[in-house]
């Protein structure tokens, strides 16, 4: 059992939240919305993120104050959404206890960095690498929150670190796997949400298996080309962190990504979507990091391009699709 405190009370980090309270430990959410502080500590619930849960854990409380939130915590984990991450963190700088692991669940590139969360993390926070953790995989957060059977997978470069928050983390519904690939991880989690954006479009412009399965298989090749430019290792990719993930967001409408590239491809502009998008779909701005990743590695990355002219320009689905399978494409 530890003190874990989670700094964002969004729809994963509530469920998350519960996943932690479930497996043994003294969990506090951290949010800067008073009314959700105490919805959670008065009615056990997240009316505002996670409204499916009707009594989240009698050992999940709240706060809004940043000093009491990581005072005597073991295990820190981050799930604000990647844009606002450093911004977020930085108000935490100096507060953390010298010993206190940090563990990031965010999926997303900085935009004006192009930076990866590891990064930002450990940046914002000034924290060495050997206290940090990423953790991702097929995890969305209503199936989580309803306790469905769900895994995912702990990356450190430090293997105690990743094996020490396996066992925070695990209980008899969410199951944990262990690496050392930080940046493989983080790269299939922020990469896989622009391939769900492409298909969740051509799902909306009324395609099916086909052009879903044809996208997809696509999207695994630039991202495995563009994480292993990185530094990532390619075994990631086909793992649980890697094509697990893409199946599940790019399979499913509880995928903000999804939801988000479907609303596009039934004719929605980009803020038309986004103000009915139900929580950050964080591929939107990461695709322009990918391109510009992909620019700096030197990677093609027809994908993330024809998506970033879905976004910025407004080109059709069958142009996306044109781009992204334009002539002299090898399939190797
Ligand atoms: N939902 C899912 O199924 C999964 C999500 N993830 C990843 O987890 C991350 C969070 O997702 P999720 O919780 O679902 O998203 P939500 O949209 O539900 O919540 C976003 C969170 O970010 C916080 N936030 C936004 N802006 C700021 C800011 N300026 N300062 C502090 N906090 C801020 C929000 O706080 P507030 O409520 O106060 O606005 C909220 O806690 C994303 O990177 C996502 O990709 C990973 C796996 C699964
Ligand atoms: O990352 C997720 C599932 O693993 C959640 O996807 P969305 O952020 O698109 O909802």
Redo the contacts with the bound molecule.
Sequence with gaps: MANVTVLGAG??GTAFGQVLADAGNKVTMWAIEPEIVDAINTLHQNPVRLPIVEKLPENMTATGDRRKAVAEVDVIIVTIAAQFARQALEEFKGLIPDQAVVVSLM?GIERSTDKRMDQVVMEALDLPADRFACL??????KEIALKQPAAAVVASSKEEVATRVAAIVSTEYFKILTSNDVIGVEMC?SL??VV?LAVGMSRGAGYGENTAAMIETRGMAELTALGVAAGAKAQTFFGLAGVG?LI??CG?P???????GANLGKGMSVDEATKVSN?????VPTTAAVVALGKKYGVETPLASAMLRVLNEGISCDQMLGEIFAEGIVAE
């Design positions: 729809a994963w999926k991702s995989g097929p995890n969305l957060s989690g896989k949400n769900a993930d599940a967001t499913s509880l995928s903000r990504n999804y939801t988000f929580g950050v779909a964080e591929g």
